[in-house]
């Protein structure tokens, strides 16, 4: 789960549609991290891309079950990495 | 048994299905969306178990219980406070586990919970299997009950459950464990906690220690009666961070995280790891890139084609049955009682039943307006045009969430203002709230229609389209200019926004809503419309000069039309600067559908005259004959304009021209146009009745609308709107007449 040190961590942004990342940090602090946790959007967990927006806003499939769309500034904040057992 | 009601209070996240579950309950009747942050209000309603009233209290819908919004601090207020019987967490069985994080919370608030694994249908149909007594277990035996609201199922074991839980006093809360760190950090604040009797007769001390660790920002205000246990808090959590390098809300909500992960890996089972759903394949091609946009706009296309053409044939049938039998069988029933020819006669031939029946007219439209977007908004798609217009919403500083009030304002701009409130920050809710009145409400339609009927024809779903597209321009011109100016420096504001699966737009629901918004809408023809019907006819009754008696004026020496007289020549540059038009427009300020009854009462009065020598009235026999066939007749036409949408919307490519439908072989015969609609082609040019439908789209909202900005965004920002839609209506009905003049179209 906890990713190795070597694989590279980048912004949400950069993900394709179809990938799986893991969420590393939230370069935020306070109420907007506390929206994206209520939202199931807690550090170690797994995202996949189901859309991206020519603005760089996302559709994510977090925890199974749950669709989130979310905009280009706030992925920018979010650091993930590729999941190294789903590559 | 006990002298007061007891109360149970719903929570759960937004959109699933807590408002359905409530009408089960209650058997009260109440608006059911399916797009995030519908129920904002506090809904109260009645159940009666075992010859006992239960008062059962909607929370508003939310994600979470901490302090970030204010449906979360009423909800958790609630809960605190009022110590409810029970509360039921109604939760989304197909979304579990981001769904129970609210539960968790709920549980600290040391309250009985019982979970309704609502929506169990979706979930089984998904594949997924819940356990619910290992749920139940690993919950302190907290009920857990699979329901599915729409249809009923379980609705009497959570009855039941209820009525147990309401009396299970001695059940142990469940608690949710943290890491050592933390623990050792919410004994010591606990313990602090305990020493105050006055606050643990008010909280559970635990939560109330959590809270302080968390950092809460509204816990904290309310403490501030004891500073050291917010500094203790503090050091709590600046201890936390040191050890451990995450500050300690992180570490809280992990926490919490893990725990459901426990409890759902051990009561869930999939089938395999469905990666893709059926909703997500669907996303791939509606919420596109490149043709999300296109497909939103045909969307909406097909949406105004329905609104417009599609009602059209029931619209004329309603417009048949108030102006034929309904008037004939009232002249004939006055006559009967000796009253022809009185006041009397004509207050309620010529100011109600054609004030108030030229809007009841319009219910047909709304119906299929509503319907419509009844079922856009069932189906998932209204959440993901959020996604699609975001980028739009950019450009005027917004995002995508804010679209959706801007939708909501297609049908009414008075719970679009309210449905501002789903934004978390204050000056995108301003801003929002200013643009929403520019959205085409349903009340404005019925000017398009009539305008589009009277002088284009088939034409008419293009001029309506327009409308609401110069109706979306404006907004985004408006929203653009005030991000340039008075919101300049402002950074974006984050957007993020659940989306709800895809699925087929439950028929119930859909139909329930539209009956309840079309409700209003009559509700309004029965009070407003009525009213102002009466007080125009009277003020046209009353002449204003001149030797005239009462009921005997020309309109345009009335009161009222000396008084429209007087505003007239504001609209000359537009092209409407008559009597009849301004009249018109002042009486759009109480309610915009009073615009059409108002035309009516104006335009029709002095045609009355005209029809001395018209064929005997029909007999009773003859009236019921014409109501049956008619009825039958408009329901084919309305087959066939649906039908019909396809070729008019491949037609919309150049060079395709697929003929289209003609059921009666009636399309060629030229349309029977109503009585208002000549009227309306002598006093307008065609040019200046599509800069009077600019005028009524772009200018002040209703008296609703600004009493509701009023209510949420202050006095003084309910004027600037005033005054700001009244000056841009003015500019932009001008500038059509001007320019359409200028390009030659004024003929």
């Known amino acids: ?87 | 048994m006990a002298a007061q009601s007891m109360k149970i209070a719903l929570a759960g996240n937004p959109n699933v299905g807590k408002s359905t579950l409530f009408n089960a309950l209650t058997g009260s009747r109440q608006h059911v969306g399916n797009w995030p942050g519908k129920t904002v209000e506090k809904k109260e309603g009645h159940l009666r178990l075992d010859g006992e009233d239960i008062i059962v209290v909607d929370l508003p819908g939310t994600y979470s219980l901490t302090a970030y919004s204010i449906e979360e601090i009423i909800s958790r207020d609630f809960i605190i406070h009022e110590r409810p019987g029970a509360v039921v967490a109604v939760v989304d069985a197909a979304n579990l586990e981001r769904n129970l994080y609210l539960v968790t919370q709920i549980l600290e608030l040391e309250t009985p919970v019982i979970i309704a694994l609502n929506m169990s249908d979706i979930a089984r149909n998904r594949g997924l299997t819940i356990d619910s007594q290992k749920l139940s277990q690993s919950l302190n035996g907290a009920p857990v009950i699979e329901t599915v609201g729409s249809s009923g199922i379980g609705i009497n074991t959570l009855k039941a459950a209820i009525t147990q839980t309401a009396v299970a006093l001695d059940r142990q809360p469940t608690r949710i464990p943290y890491a050592d760190i933390l623990e050792k950090e919410i004994t010591r604040l606990q313990a602090a906690v305990q020493t105050i009797t006055g606050l643990t007769h008010q909280y559970p001390p635990r939560w109330l220690a959590i809270k302080l660790l968390e950092g809460d920002e509204e816990i904290r205000q309310r403490l501030s009666a004891y500073p050291y246990l917010i500094e203790a808090g503090n050091e709590g959590a600046a201890r936390v961070e040191e050890f451990t390098g995450e500050d300690a809300e992180t570490l809280i909500t992990d926490s919490r995280y893990t725990f459901i992960s426990t409890l759902v890996s051990s009561a869930l089972t999939r089938p395999r790891e469905i990666v893709e759903t059926t909703s997500d394949k669907l996303d791939h091609i509606l919420t596109h890139r490149l043709y999300g946009l296109p497909i939103f706009l045909l969307l909406m296309w097909i949406v105004f084609q329905i609104t417009a053409n599609v009602s059209a044939p029931f619209l004329d049938w309603v417009d048949g049955l108030i102006n034929g039998p309904l008037t004939n069988w009232t002249i004939a029933l006055l006559a009967a009682l000796g009253l022809t020819g009185t006041w009397f006669e004509a207050l309620l031939v010529n100011g109600i039943i054609a004030g108030v029946g030229s809007v009841l007219v319009f219910v047909p439209v709304l119906m299929s307006l509503y319907l419509v977007i009844g079922v856009l908004e069932d189906s998932g798609y209204m959440a993901r045009a959020a996604f699609v217009m975001d980028r739009v919403m950019r450009i005027i500083g917004l995002h995508g969430k804010s679209f959706l009030p801007m939708l909501v304002g297609f049908g009414c701009n008075v719970p679009a203002v309210y449905a501002t409130r789903t934004l978390e920050n204050e000056s995108d809710r301003k801003l929002t709230g200013f643009l929403v009145t520019f959205m085409s409400c349903g009340a404005r339609l019925p000017v398009y229609v009539l305008i589009g009927a009277a002088f284009f024809g088939a034409q008419s779903g293009n001029l309506i389209f327009a409308m609401y597209l110069l109706g979306i321009a404006v907004a985004l011109l408006t929203g653009w200019l005030l991000k340039k100016t008075v919101y300049r420096n402002k950074p974006p504001q984050p957007f993020v926004m659940e989306l709800p699966p895809y699925r087929m737009p439950r028929l119930q629901t859909v139909w329930r809503q539209t009956w309840e918004r079309t409700g209003g809408f009559i509700r309004k023809a029965g009070t407003v419309i009525l009213a102002s019907s009466i007080t125009i006819w009277l003020l046209m009754a009353l002449p204003a000069h001149g030797d005239y008696n009462f009921n005997q004026v020309p309109p345009e020496d009335s009161l009222f039309g000396v008084v429209s007289q007087t505003v007239s020549p504001i609209f000359a540059p537009a092209g409407f600067g008559t009597w009849q038009a301004s009249g018109s427009l002042i009486t759009g300020f109480i309610a915009k559908e009073v615009i059409v009854g108002s035309m009516n009462q104006i335009f029709i009065g002095e045609e009355t005259a005209a029809d001395e020598n018209a064929p005997p009235p029909p007999t009773f026999t003859e009236d019921l004959t014409f109501i049956g066939t008619s009825f039958t007749q408009a329901t084919i036409l309305t087959v066939q304009e649906i039908v019909n949408i396809v070729p008019r919307t491949v037609n919309i490519i150049p060079g395709l021209n697929m003929p289209e439908a003609d059921f009666l072989g009636t399309a060629a015969e030229s349309e029977s146009t109503t009585a208002l609609e000549s009227a309306l082609t002598q006093v307008f040019s065609p040019l200046a009745a599509v800069a009077f439908a600019v005028f009524v789209l772009l200018y002040t909202p209703c008296m609703v609308a600004i009493a509701a900005v009023r209510h949420e965004f202050g006095g003084r920002y309910a004027l600037y709107q005033i005054i700001y839609t009244f000056a841009v209506a003015w500019v932009g009905a001008v500038i059509v007449y001007q320019g359409g003049t200028l390009l030659g179209l004024g003929g």
């Not at chain 1, 070597?6 to 799986?20: C, E, I, K, N």
């Not at chain 1, 499939?61 to 669709?67: E, F, G, L």
């Open chain 1, 1 to 87: 789960m906890i990713p190795t040190t070597s694989s590279q961590t980048f912004p949400l942004t950069f993900a394709a549609r179809g990938d799986t990342v893991s969420l590393i940090e939230i370069r935020d602090s306070g109420r907007l991290r506390q929206r994206l946790n209520d939202l199931g959007l807690n550090i170690g967990i797994s995202v996949r891309i189901v859309q991206t927006n020519t603005n760089g806003a996302l559709i994510l499939a977090v925890k199974n079950d749950s669709r989130l769309a979310i905009g280009h500034g706030m992925a920018q904040k979010i650091m993930v990495t590729y999941t190294p057992s789903e590559a």
